[in-house]
């Protein structure tokens, strides 16, 4: 019996529902309970020969069986109610916290891993919840006040199931720690290979083509097997509570027997009334390890939900500016970031005006810190020193939500939901009309490919070989930040896939929008007003294009270099 | 669907015969101790009431034997069951990977679907309960229902009177409702699988959904999808809780029924008082193992459609069947499509139809044409994810499906380059796992250290850095047929440069097809092929193609197209449009479904 202290906070929200569900199964015990005693009693009443007694206890029986089975029901219905509202909760909540940790965390999580913990972790916590806890209280309730009742009846039976029941309850909880411990090491396990699996699975085209799936696969069965080495370690323990409660709940019951029969002048109201008590007692024990076994998994589970609860979040959202400048500058300030757990810095005392309407063009080797510089901007991490401020305002005033809001970003591989076209579109802007997303996308010249596909903009990406190239998922993204209608641009290497299309459409979308231009081909970059190029996190040059190919720097050599290939 | 999902699980319990007859023995000697000890406590009682004197000790002693086979019995018979279902599940799970790996990539169903597999791992972890508390269980509920009755005969028959037809209803009550609780389980799996595959995308797709504040509404869909499996779940939960309430009923009314029925035996004189109790206990008591099963099999309808969900992956067939033996591709081979035809599912367009061109060693062919023309599906087909529907390709004078290790002598730097969280160096070893990764690195121009992580999807590197990494792994395996579809997309200019020199050497003694969209790449290319719905329109080297202004390739590298809506012909647009014809590639894009 775990009653997690973490899992118990967690529960907070529905302590309502889960009295109601505790208050029912104790109505249900007190039906057992009760036609327990009816039998007892018409047992009791055929001892001594009295038929018409035995009749009438029966029939109460049977009123009260007729009214448990109802009662039953009734529990089973609340249970489950309870139970969605828990999940719902708990996976919003789940949810929130992923998009309050942000990209940052991301990089180094999971997916098959949180995927477990959001999903099926909630799904066994439900029962956790909904059964196990409200079990829980109707274990430590029923047994005690029957035990006290028997002792008016028989002492020394009383006595005897006293020490068992007390014996079924405590005994277990020395292995609850243990318990607990290997349940958390079984979960990561079981997380770890969901990962895995699904790695495996998303890339399995990736693993046909070299002949891996093979490889792959056998250390995934290796791993399958160390799970079940793990789960049985768990078991082990696991077991040892189910034997000791086994043994408790059968000697118990013996015991109690033995000392009703051994009586020297045994009253049949008395030995009946113990054997059927017994059989009570114990019946919310045997249930409560039921459902032990449906909630385990949940339990397990608390870990994975630790380290989504507890991980802290790069940034905070602290701001309270919801209101984002129209074409605004932007001030990077001796900006000096190291990523977490990384030894060397990404960027190092890194100073840019864009000024208002302007268009800086970051140019620069991969790895040089560019993507760093976006990811600063959009305050996915905040630098470790230096200030960006917009408009003056620095990036922690706004609320997260807010600065977001306000800078449309065009990233180098954009990420296309499961669901049609239309609602990949959407997702900058949720109540756009059909006429707007058809405007957006004719903006980004992304609309003759689109009117093409086998059912148009309701045409569902992935399925049944429809995939995009690299060029028109540019396009789509271009067409998403068309519709944001946001007062910056960020343009992260926004330009490795881009066709004449792309390129048009790339400078409508600049006009009149503060532009961050994050590139490494230089076609893209000429027009810039500026450009500023950014070597092992240091800006080395900035200027415009006839300034920077006078000065003869390594933009100068960047661009022979590419002139010559073309 | 050869057999029922549920016969071939029972056929694969029965591959561990020793195990099963170890939890069956177990579990009988349990519940047959438990019921001993009823009997005995019930026949010690009815004595007692009745007045009777009865040795204690040496009863007191045959229950303290009882006791402890039930313990001993019980707590065994958990152990070898759990042990052997969670052996089982380790099997299933390698056989549902197995599977995924011999049904991907689908020609019909696209990436959702690998998601959708990916939760059947859920779907194995159900069956433990099938494994552990179902099977051996119901085979000893019989056993002990049986004795319970055959004995209660023995004392009088007419004890069965409320019990044997309460029996069946017990027996009988997952089997009225089994329709509907399997219709329940199914959309509970679907609800629970959409539901999973939904967390996954958004996981993956959470730069995009911070990036456009659309998190809360992503939020709200995903609690819609939770509502949804909350009403599945309590549609399925009001049958199995009607269920449930019944059995109670049953039981309770068998009880109380039986109960009835001594009374009156007792009171007509023929039945003893003392053999009350084990009367009660052996009519009725006896049911407790089949109620216990029977509470189980409410959730019959989960157990299935898991069951049927793992069954339908690990018996689906192969997209393409075992390489049959054939000659050993000749050295230094070519690549010949011969006519070759393709289409994605019976009822859908033929995308390749008749397609035929070579690619000869140490030649490089550029595959050119617009999205949706084919170039994509002559490269699954050369990987040889599915088998072309007519003609053949051949390597060496072999055809591929005579291949036995085609990853060794065709090797790709895919369009979506997928790495695997790991080093950088197990990335690049991936389809040659001996191989050392630092030259290969060293020749895609990736000067990272191999030890470097790659994170999930290669997360923790730049766009440039993958595409290194993909071609370091292609040129890691050193087989003769290198195929690079868009390869250098991501690349900046300095690294283009040298890799584009790196590729040409590696070129030079293989066959090498390129999918191209760079005007700069495809004029390096030997020989060109132009795809035009599905067929080679024209093919040739490139001043001769090009020199042929009414030629597809001149057309396709012609800036006109019908999406150009603006401006078309003004003077800043024209001077963009040359410069951009010379740096980067052609327009074009006109639609089509597949590719």
């Known amino acids: 019996m775990i009653v997690h202290r973490r899992l118990l906070q967690l529960s907070g929200a529905v302590r309502a529902p889960m009295a109601a569900c505790a208050g029912l199964g104790l109505a249900v015990s007190a039906a ?62 789940l949810i929130e916290r992923l998009g309050l940790l942000g990209p940052a965390h991301l990089t180094e999580a999971r997916t098959g891993s949180v995927q477990t913990t959001v999903v099926d972790g909630v799904e066994g916590l439900d029962a956790y919840f909904s059964r196990y806890l409200p079990q829980v209280v109707v274990t430590f309730c029923v047994p005690v006040a029957l035990v006290g009742w028997l002792f008016t009846v028989n002492a020394a039976a009383a006595t005897v199931l006293a020490a068992a029941v007390i014996g079924v309850l405590v005994i277990p909880r020395l292995w609850d720690v243990t318990l607990l411990r290997r349940g958390r090491t079984r979960w990561t396990a079981f997380a770890d290979l969901a990962s895995d699996y699904l790695e495996a699975v998303q890339g399995v085209a990736t693993l046909r083509a070299f002949g891996a799936s093979g490889r792959l696969g056998a250390g995934l069965a290796a791993r399958a097997h160390d799970l079940y080495t793990t789960t049985m370690r768990q078991l082990r323990v696991s077991l040892i509570e189910t034997g000791v409660s086994a043994f408790l709940v059968q000697a118990g019951t013996v015991a109690a027997v033995l000392v009703a029969v051994s009586a020297t002048s045994p009253d049949a109201w008395s030995v009946f009334a113990v054997l059927m008590t017994t059989t009570e007692c114990f019946r919310p024990v045997r249930q409560l390890s039921e459902y032990w076994h449906a909630g385990y998994l949940g339990i397990t589970a608390v870990g994975g939900l630790e380290d989504l609860l507890s991980a802290e979040p790069a940034v905070t959202d602290t701001g309270t500016r919801t209101t984002f400048p129209d074409r605004p500058e932007i001030v990077f300030d001796r900006v000096t970031f190291t990523y ?23 140019i620069g080797p991969s790895g040089a810190g560019k993507s760093t510089v976006a990811a600063l901007l959009q305050r996915h991490y905040d630098p470790g020193s230096g200030n960006i401020t917009i408009d003056g305002s620095l990036l922690a005033d706004f609320t997260l939500s807010g600065l977001r809001a306000g800078i449309a970003v065009v990233a180098q591989d954009t990420y296309l939901f499961h669901g049609t076209i239309a609602d990949n579109l959407r997702l900058a802007r949720p109540d756009a009309s059909d006429a707007d997303l058809e405007r957006a996308a004719r903006d980004a010249d992304a609309h003759g490919f689109i009117s093409g596909l086998p059912d148009g903009y309701a045409t569902v990406l992935g399925e049944r070989g429809t995939t995009l190239s690299g060029g028109q998922r540019q396009r789509v993204a271009i067409a998403r930040a068309l519709l944001v209608d946001a007062p910056v641009l960020l343009l992260d290497e926004a330009t490795s896939h881009v066709d004449v299309h792309g390129e048009r459409a790339l400078a409508r979308l600049k006009k009149g929008r503060t532009c961050l231009l994050i590139a490494h081909r230089l076609s893209t970059v000429r027009d810039a007003d500026r450009i500023v190029v950014l070597e092992q996190g240091r800006i080395t040059e900035t200027g415009d294009h006839d300034a920077l190919t006078t000065a003869g720097g390594s933009y100068h050599r960047l661009l022979a270099l590419q002139e010559t290939r073309a | 669907m050869t057999a029922s999902p549920m016969r071939w699980l029972a056929r694969t319990v029965g591959e561990h015969r020793r195990a099963f007859a170890s939890t069956l023995v177990s579990h009988l000697l349990g519940q047959l101790a438990a019921l001993g000890i009823a009997v005995t406590a019930a026949w010690l009682v009815g004595h007692a009431v009745a007045g009777r004197t009865t040795p204690l000790d040496a009863f007191a002693g045959i229950l303290a034997g009882l006791v402890l086979v039930a313990t001993l019995a019980t707590w065994w018979e958990t152990y070898v069951a759990h042990d052997l279902a969670y052996l089982l599940l380790a099997r299933l799970r390698g056989e549902v990977y197995d599977a995924i790996a011999r049904i991907s990539p689908s020609r019909r169903l696209g990436r959702r679907s690998g998601d959708l597999s990916a939760t059947v791992l859920s779907d194995v972890e159900t069956l433990e309960w099938l494994f552990a508390h179902t099977l051996a269980q119901s085979l000893t509920a019989g056993t002990v229902l049986t004795l319970g009755t055959a004995l209660a005969v023995l004392l009088d028959p007419r004890l069965l009177v409320v019990s044997l037809p309460v029996t069946v209803c017990v027996l009988t009550l997952p089997l009225w409702s089994r329709r509907m609780s399997r219709r329940h389980g199914e959309e509970l799996r679907e609800a629970t699988a959409e539901l999973a ?20 509404r992503r939020r709200a869909m995903l609690a819609e999808r939770t509502r949804r499996l909350a009403r599945v779940q309590a549609a399925n939960a009001g049958r199995g809780g009607l269920e449930a309430a019944l059995l109670d009923l049953l039981v309770a009314a068998a009880a109380a029924g039986t109960l009835l029925v001594v009374a009156t035996l007792v009171r007509s004189g023929d ?30 309808g989960t157990l299935r459609a898991a069951a049927g969900r793992v069954h339908g992956l690990v018996t689906a067939p ?17 690549v010949v499509f011969e006519d070759v035809h393709f289409r994605y599912s019976a009822d859908g367009p033929e995308v390749l139809r008749g397609v035929s061109f070579t690619i000869p060693h140490g030649k490089t062919v550029a595959l050119v044409g617009r999205s949706g023309a084919g170039k994509t599906t002559c490269v699954s087909l050369l990987l040889r994810y599915w088998d072309p529907d007519r003609g053949r390709i051949l390597l060496g004078g072999t055809p591929l499906d005579q291949i036995a290790d085609l990853s060794s002598h065709v090797t790709v730097v895919p369009q979506d380059v997928h790495l695997f969280a790991g080093t950088i160096g197990d990335n690049v070893r991936l389809g040659a796992p001996s191989a050392d990764p630092a030259p290969a690195l060293a020749r895609a121009q990736l000067t990272l250290d191999p030890d470097t992580m790659a994170g999930e999807r290669g997360v923790m590197l730049s766009g440039g850095q993958r595409a290194r990494v993909a071609i370091a792994r292609a040129l890691a395996v050193d087989a003769p047929v290198l195929i690079l579809d868009e390869a250098i997309a991501n690349l900046d200019p300095e690294n283009e440069a040298r890799l584009a020199d790196a590729l040409e050497v590696a070129a030079r003694d293989r066959a090498t097809l390129v999918i191209a969209h760079r005007l700069s790449t495809i004029r390096r290319a030997d020989h060109i092929v132009v795809l035009h719905d599905g067929r080679v329109a024209e093919q040739g080297a490139f001043e001769d193609l090009i020199a042929d202004s009414e030629g597809h390739l001149s057309r396709l590298f012609r800036l006109r197209s019908p999406e150009v809506s603006d401006e078309p012909g003004s003077e800043r647009w024209l001077d963009q449009a040359k410069q951009a014809l010379c740096r980067i590639r052609y327009p074009g894009d006109r639609p089509a479904g597949q590719h």
């Open chain 2, 271 to 300: 039945l003893p008082l003392a053999h009350g109790p084990v009367a009660m206990v052996l009519a009725a008591g006896s049911l407790g193992p089949a109620v216990q099963v029977a509470l189980l099999l409410k959730e019959y």
């Open chain 1, 32 to 93: 057992h309970v009760g036609q327990a005693l009816l039998l007892a009693g018409a047992l009791a009443a055929l001892a001594r020969g009295d038929h018409d007694t035995t009749v009438t206890l029966l029939a109460w029986a049977f009123a009260v069986i007729a009214g448990r089975a109802a009662l039953l029901w009734v529990r089973e219905t609340a249970t489950v109610r309870a139970g969605a509202l828990i999940r719902a909760r708990l996976r919003d909540r």
């Open chain 1, 340 to 362: 977490p757990g990384a030894s060397a810095e990404a960027v190092h005392e890194v100073t840019l005006t864009i000024r208002a309407g302007e268009t800086v063009a970051l």
């Open chain 2, 318 to 334: 192969a997209e393409v069947s075992p390489p049959s033996d054939g000659p050993a591709p000749a050295p230094a081979p070519d």
């Open chain 2, 197 to 216: 595959a939904d967390v996954i995308d958004t996981v993956q797709g959470m730069r995009e959904l911070t990036a456009f504040g659309a998190l809360e």
